[in-house]
């Protein structure tokens, strides 16, 4: 199948009234209230992927014996589209995102999914729920890809059949309207990602092997799970579904370098992009919890498709509550946040082409 394969419709309810879309799409938590339709595709061994459809979004049978339920092989993305002044909706760095998924599919031995075909998926869903991309400062409409294991077998080895589904959502920043600091959590026992394992893929397992550590920190009063390293549990990593950047007191912006161990986050690489334009110094370099923690670190944040980029306004452990800075947005952080969002809102000039129109 190629990118200007024709998708089938399959037949759905009437489309909704768009005052119900516009209010369905006010203030719903993120990823509680999706579009219309979904589209899906086949993969299977001699014939790559096929069956290309647009389906109304609804209920879905798999069989019981599903592989990519009972093993783990499942990789997804996240991005979002943006409504441009002009009306049309564009995405964020879509060429990038595919790659991801791709990279991720290879890690867990499952069919990459082409480029061509990626955007060709995005722009089908977009021809039939483009009036979900909502209108307005930092709302955007969020695309979910998934790949999965779909063949019906317990065979422990990597599925023979495959398939697609890309599903969507209206959305604000996933912490609020509000730019308030969040806090994070350091686990004590808890790892995310160990050297040669999978913490460089968007795989589903991740984010799983994660919520027992996101309970803890929900019961310190965090938003989020601050990872170390799994091997000495002293350096930083990222967060539960974010990266991370600290400002020294001298300006110099931080994150962490990639491992390996976390993910390539394609708002990292916009920030520092940013960043560096913006003539700040910029460095990948590891860095310890404790000098994370010291007086010398002015501003943390979070960022990510989903968080933008959110201040970091303390780091709590089971040694106790930092505060970063004097708790609230430092200016780097706001800065930064205000570049990357007049960007994704067409507000600014796109020189790097980050935008895509569909
Ligand atoms: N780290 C993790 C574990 C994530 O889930 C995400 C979100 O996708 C990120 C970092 C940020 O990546 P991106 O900026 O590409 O969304
Ligand atoms: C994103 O930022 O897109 C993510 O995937 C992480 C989110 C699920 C919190």
């Given at each position: 199948m190629t990118a200007t394969t024709t998708w089938a419709h399959?037949?759905?309810?009437?489309?909704?009234?768009?005052?119900?879309?516009?209010?369905?799409?006010a203030d719903a938590p993120f990823g509680t209230v999706f579009t219309e339709h979904v589209v899906t595709l086949r993969w299977t061994p001699g014939r790559g992927w096929h069956d290309g459809t647009v389906c109304p979004h609804t209920t879905m049978t798999v069989p019981v014996a599903l592989a990519g339920l009972h093993y783990g092989q499942v990789v997804f993305e996240g991005l979002k589209v943006y409504r441009q002044p002009d009306g049309v909706p564009a995405g964020f760095r879509v060429a990038d995102h595919a790659r991801r998924f791709a990279a991720s599919a290879r890690r867990l031995e499952i069919p990459e999914l082409p480029g061509e075909l990626f955007e060709s998926?995005?722009?089908?869903?977009?021809?039939?729920?483009g009036r979900w991309v909502p209108e307005g400062e930092s709302r955007a409409l969020y695309l979910r890809p998934t790949l999965y294991g779909a063949e019906a077998t317990l065979a422990l080895r990597p599925a023979?059949?495959?398939a697609f589904q890309l599903l969507a959502f209206p959305t604000?920043?996933?912490?609020?309207?509000?730019v308030e600091p969040i806090h994070v959590w350091v686990p004590a026992h808890y790892s995310r990602a160990a050297p040669g394992g999978t913490g460089e893929a968007k795989c589903a397992g991740n984010y799983a092997a994660g919520f027992a550590a996101q309970r803890e920190a929900a019961e310190h009063g965090c938003?989020?799970?601050?990872?170390?390293?799994?091997?000495?549990?002293?350096?930083?990593?990222e967060l539960g579904g974010m990266n991370v950047f600290w400002?020294?007191?001298?300006?110099?912006?931080?994150?962490?370098?990639?491992?390996?161990?976390?993910?390539?986050g394609i708002t990292r690489d916009s920030i520092l992009t940013l960043a560096s334009r913006a003539g700040l110094r910029t460095e990948q370099r590891p860095i310890t919890l404790n000098e994370l923690c010291s007086?010398?670190?002015?501003?943390?944040?979070?960022?990510?498709?989903?968080?933008?980029?959110?201040p970091v306004g303390a780091i709590v452990s089971?040694?106790?509550?930092?505060?970063?800075?004097?708790?609230?947005a430092g200016p780097v952080t706001t800065g930064l946040r205000e570049a990357l969002t007049a960007i994704h809102h067409g507000q600014a000039p796109d020189p790097d082409k980050w935008l895509l129109r569909l």
């Open positions: 399959l037949p759905g309810p009437d489309p909704l009234p768009d005052a119900q879309v516009r209010e369905r799409s998926a995005i722009r089908a869903l977009l021809a039939v729920d023979r059949e495959y604000e920043a996933f912490f609020g309207r509000a938003r989020q799970v601050l990872w170390l390293d799994a091997a000495e549990h002293r350096f930083v990593e400002v020294t007191e001298d300006g110099t912006l931080g994150t962490p370098p990639l491992t390996g161990t976390l993910l390539p007086p010398a670190t002015t501003e943390v944040f979070a960022c990510g498709t989903a968080a933008v980029a959110t089971t040694h106790g509550r930092w505060p970063v800075g004097d708790g609230r």
